[in-house]
């Protein structure tokens, strides 16, 4: 069956579990290789008018981790935010807090990514034009992992790449929630969660953490 755009009303009768549950299961369709139909011509005609997405992901640029196709998301179904290394900044957060406190969206999902180019840079302290004050974002994930994983604190060693990507995310997700005092009350009420999570680009599955 064609899946069709998400109303009003569906959105409302969601919660964030269930939208958490519902991404988890678009990737598990992606991983096994049986993605659900979509008619993207009629999902422009029922999308014409308004949205009402379920989630919104804040993701790396990364060509290899395209969102929608990853977590099986058809046109209406969510927001994706991208930028190099998946950092909140005050842009993000004003896209944030549209998406769920504007436009409905029950979910934030913090999206890093295995072998994250972004994060290596960070790791190696790469001064380049404005990456460098884009890698500042990055630089207290670092700064976490060098008191927590032994040898080389850079690129070279992937265990400190891996804690580095895993501490980005939640550091991101308390930004988000120190930043936002919006989303903040939002999710004390129930009303969204805030979660991340971490793709693998050998397995292509998204591990909560």
């Known amino acids: 069956m064609k899946k069709t755009a998400i109303t009003k009303d569906q959105q409302n009768a969601l919660t964030p579990n269930a939208v958490l549950q519902d991404l988890l299961n678009g990737n598990r369709r992606f991983v096994e290789g049986i993605p659900e ?21 804040l993701s790396c640029i990364d060509s290899r981790v395209p969102v929608e196709t990853i977590l099986d998301q058809a046109i209406g179904d969510i927001f994706v ?23 409905g969206s ?11 180019g972004a994060v290596k840079a960070a790791c190696d302290g790469v001064e380049l034009g404005n990456i460098t004050a ?3 974002n990055i630089k207290p994930a670092v700064r976490k992992s060098v008191n927590e994983i032994e040898g080389e604190a850079n690129s070279s060693n992937k265990e400190f790449v891996a804690k580095t990507v895993e501490n980005n995310v939640r550091l991101t997700i308390e930004r988000i929630r120190t930043k936002s005092p919006i989303l903040a009350e939002m999710e004390d009420f129930g009303e969204i969660a805030i979660v991340g999570g971490v793709y693998s680009l050998h397995t292509g599955k998204v591990m909560i953490l």
């Open 37 to 57: 139909g979509s008619d993207n011509a009629s999902l422009i005609n029922q999308t014409t008018t308004g949205q009402y997405p379920k989630a919104v992901v």
């Open 134 to 136: 884009m890698l500042e």
């Open 81 to 103: 935010a991208r930028v190099a290394g998946n950092f909140e900044n005050t842009d993000i957060l004003g896209s944030l807090e549209y998406s769920c406190n504007v436009a």
């Open 106 to 116: 029950k979910l934030i999902l913090v999206l890093g990514h295995e072998s994250c």
